[in-house]
């Protein structure tokens, strides 16, 4: 529970880190509209990748052959998810100026970068 906890607390403080930055930058360069949508897909991204860490944590304390599936049920379940929200975000919610697709994948970016950073780290330091 440890190592859970201390992911989501770095996982907010990149959230934190993310929007506080892209309100920065949306605020000089007078992009007032897509803050909205920042605060949306950070939280969004956040809850997705909080649900896959814990996916991934909770196969940390079982046999070695469980470890693996949670692990891969982990990275497709985030992977699932966030192909769901780019349905929704692009086909549904018809957010698809250069603006709104950019925010969206540096988002995508940085959360799946943190979240693999998050599990080879893990793999590092307990091997399957």
């Given at each position: 529970m440890k190592s859970l906890s201390k992911n989501i607390v770095l996982l907010l403080a990149l959230s934190l880190i993310v929007s506080f930055s892209g309100y920065i930058l949306l605020t000089s360069m007078k992009l007032f509209a897509l803050i909205p949508d920042l605060i949306i897909l950070t939280v969004v991204f956040s809850f997705i990748a909080v649900l896959a860490i814990f996916v991934f944590q909770r196969g940390q304390s079982r046999e070695p052959q469980s470890q693996t599936m949670h692990t891969l049920v982990s990275m497709s379940l985030k992977f699932l998810l966030e192909l769901l929200?780019?349905?929704?975000?692009?086909?549904?919610?018809k957010k698809t100026f250069v603006g709104s697709v950019l925010m969206f994948f540096i988002l995508y970016l940085a959360f799946s970068l943190f979240l693999i950073m998050i599990i080879l780290k893990t793999l590092k330091n307990k091997s399957l």
């Open positions: 929200l780019t349905i929704i975000w692009f086909i549904v919610a």
